[in-house]
């Protein structure tokens, strides 16, 4: 299944937004410097869905705000 992520780094909390199906809105308290924010991101989202890390997999917009993100 593949989802897209809105990512808003350097945010007071993390959090994660269902915004329409199979479309998230994510605030993330770490900065996006040397792929922080993402290793952030795969955490909060295996936390919000209750699987492990290593079934997330962003696929795509490493380095842009909006990414794909396939769980597995």
Known sequence: MRIYIKVSPRS????VEKTAE?????KLTAAPVDGEANL?????LAEYFNISKSSLVII???SAKIKI????
């Open 60 to 62: 795509g917009g490493k």
């Open 12 to 15: 007071s909390r993390n959090l």
């Open 40 to 44: 952030m991101l795969v955490k909060v």
């Open 22 to 26: 199979g479309e998230y809105k994510v």
């Open 69 to 72: 993100v396939e769980i597995r």
